[in-house]
């Protein structure tokens, strides 16, 4: 950094690498959890995914802060922003400002700049029949959030599992993206695991196939959605996706609906070759990552669907 914060400047100048495109991205949230440090942590990695899931480096970031500084402790803003730092040097990049503004509502991310190989990018129109998919975290995170917020029972252990996992970077499977030039990933969010395979599906006019007996559901997240507990945006999820998904009779009704459930800092799904799955499972798996094999590219579809199956 050239100058910045520490200069009281009312912008940051930042060198940039000769050769190297941007990659930008934003997000914001409330908390999904109690603890003020860790919704700081999850945010930022939140933030950063879409960085290291379009096969970029995260460089630069500013916070934005919404808080109502008048009716809750300024410890409680420290601890959001001291998280949010905390994850940023994680994932060695430079935190260059930012913007806060008093509102009753707490909101805390991240505006995040990344460097990126201008022929190296990942897109979700890249699927190629025959191309097998593979997850890098497991599902269930909307559902334990929504838990978390209902103060549910062992609601402690619930958060502990929740921060595990979307306050975990995804810098490791990004790395793998970039040194095997994967061009087809997508980071699973809000729309969860199969909203955004079908947008990937739709962006390459391809057909694919999800098996659920191969996704890694959370078990605390099967266990409370087989008491109701499943939040809205999942059910809307899945009827947004209408008629460009079917629904395998023998796929039971509850892990169909979790295939819909909405992530907050998922992991990252990413299509290969045939012929290089079992070298990307062993990469992610050497850098302790998951690398769950969770369907396929099937075929061409001037639509774009997605065939849910066992």
């Given at each position: 950094?050239?100058?910045?914060?520490?200069d009281?400047e009312?912008?940051?100048?930042?060198?940039?690498?000769?050769?190297?495109?941007?990659?930008?991205?934003l997000?914001?949230?409330?908390?999904?959890?109690?603890?003020?440090?860790?919704?700081?942590?999850?945010?930022?990695?939140?933030?950063?995914?879409?960085?290291?899931?379009?096969?970029?480096?995260?460089?630069?970031a500013?916070?934005?802060?919404?808080?109502?500084?008048?009716?809750?402790?300024?410890?409680?803003?420290?601890?959001i922003?001291?998280?949010g730092?905390d994850?940023?040097?994680?994932?060695?990049?430079?935190?260059?400002?930012?913007?806060?503004?008093?509102?009753?509502?707490?909101?805390?991310?991240?505006?995040?700049?990344?460097?990126?190989?201008p022929?190296?990018?990942?897109?979700n129109?890249?699927?190629?029949?025959g191309d097998?998919?593979?997850?890098?975290?497991?599902?269930?995170?909307?559902?334990?959030?929504?838990?978390?917020?209902?103060?549910?029972?062992?609601?402690?252990?619930?958060?502990?599992?929740?921060?595990t996992?979307?306050?975990?970077?995804?810098?490791?499977?990004?790395?793998?993206?970039?040194e095997?030039?994967?061009?087809?990933?997508?980071?699973?969010?809000?729309?969860?695991?199969?909203?955004?395979l079908?947008?990937?599906?739709?962006?390459?006019?391809?057909?694919?196939?999800?098996?659920?007996?191969?996704?890694?559901?959370?078990?605390?997240?099967?266990?409370?959605?087989?008491m109701g507990?499943?939040?809205?945006?999942?059910?809307?999820n899945?009827?947004?996706?209408?008629?460009?998904?079917?629904?395998d009779?023998?796929?039971?009704?509850?892990?169909?609906?979790?295939?819909?459930?909405?992530?907050?800092?998922g992991?990252?799904?990413?299509?290969?070759?045939?012929?290089?799955?079992?070298e990307?499972?062993?990469r992610?798996e050497?850098?302790?990552?998951?690398a769950?094999?969770?369907?396929?590219?099937?075929?061409?579809?001037?639509?774009?669907?997605?065939?849910?199956?066992p």
């Open positions: 950094m050239i100058t910045g914060t520490s009281n009312d912008a940051a100048i930042l060198h940039f690498p000769a050769g190297k495109a941007l990659v930008q991205t997000d914001f949230f409330t908390p999904i959890v109690n603890d003020p440090y860790r919704f700081g942590q999850i945010a930022a990695a939140n933030s950063l995914s879409d960085v290291y899931a379009m096969g970029g480096e995260p460089w630069c500013m916070n934005i802060v919404c808080f109502p500084i008048k009716d809750m402790p300024r410890d409680m803003l420290r601890d922003i001291l998280g730092y994850k940023l040097r994680e994932s060695r990049a430079v935190l260059a400002g930012g913007h806060s503004v008093e509102d009753p509502e707490i909101k805390y991310g991240l505006s995040v700049t990344g460097i990126i190989d022929d190296g990018y990942t897109s129109a890249a699927l190629a029949v097998q998919l593979i997850l890098t975290k497991p599902i269930g995170t909307g559902v334990i959030a929504t838990a978390v917020k209902a103060n549910w029972d062992g609601r402690d252990a619930l958060e502990d599992t929740l921060y996992w979307a306050g975990r970077l995804n810098d490791r499977s990004g790395r793998v993206v970039r095997m030039r994967i061009r087809a990933v997508t980071d699973i969010t809000g729309f969860g695991l199969g909203g955004h079908l947008e990937m599906a739709r962006a390459s006019r391809r057909s694919v196939a999800l098996h659920v007996s191969r996704v890694p559901f959370l078990d605390q997240a099967v266990e409370l959605a087989g507990m499943i939040p809205a945006g999942s059910f809307a899945k009827q947004h996706c209408g008629n460009h998904v079917t629904v009779a023998a796929v039971p009704a509850l892990q169909g609906d979790l295939v819909f459930d909405a992530q907050t800092s992991g990252l799904l990413m299509a290969v070759p045939e012929h290089r799955l079992a990307t499972v062993s992610l050497d850098a302790g990552e998951l769950a094999h969770v369907g396929e590219v099937t075929g061409d579809h001037s639509c774009g669907h997605l065939h849910v199956l």
